[in-house]
């Protein structure tokens, strides 16, 4: 039997049903890539990881990521989800390494919340033009800030600093116009926006594509790492915090913590709250898309 636990990341104390949910299953090693894949197409969850051997990584388990649509080699709550899970499962403590495919992620707990360290930021491609950037998510050129930025601290995405949390709120993602000016390549289109509350701690929503919708993660981790980058690439004063909200706009309230030390290492942080275990019957190798 094939043995899974869905766990809910960035979740919030006292919420369980809070955060943006996982699919883990407890060993990958005997399954192929297209079964791994048909398995998180079935589950139709934002990520599914499978936990396998680490190879000579030297790292305490392996991890691979799947959407429903295609592998990703590293993302935030998939990454903090599996070390929940890995020490659930007494494979692991409080302290462990995960080889993905973006290489060697640390990972640390206080209690049930978790941290990751991200890879050192790179500049992504040149962001498209504030006004189509605009046109893109529905609101006025004013509304976008002055520095949209593709930033890749593991999985490329396109941040987009909004001038007032009223035009994060108010943001419609155009699915025509993510494919043109927010695609990596065509199946995999996705684009983050945030500005500042009043409170100081930041309004967030990530979208991406799915098929030929645009569909909205309730708690993005590889974004908010990659929100770490942006402000280093902006030069921001450091060491640097920030509390994210995200997930409001789709009923999943979430709760992420980003710290960029004054070294420049970025630091991911969210609540991991499990929820249910389950199995299924093993299958054979997955037959390819016709």
Known sequence: MLRFRIVNVFAIEGA??????????????GLDDATMQALALQLNLSETTFLTAPGATGASAGVRIFTPSYEMPFAGHPTLGSAHVLRALGRAGDRLTLAMKAGVIPVSAVGDVWTLVANPPRAGRPAAARADLAAMLGLAEADVGATPRWVDTGSEQLIIPLTSVDAVRRAVCDPSLLLRHGALRPERCLAQIFAPRDDGELEVRFFFLKGNSVVEDPATGSACANLGGWYLLEGAALPLRRVLHQGAAVGRPSRLELEVGGDGVIRVSGRVIALATGEMP?????APPA
Do not use: K, T
């Open 16 to 29: 369980p049903l809070s955060g943006n949910p996982l699919c883990v299953f407890e060993d990958g090693d």
């Open 282 to 286: 093993e299958f054979g190798p997955a």
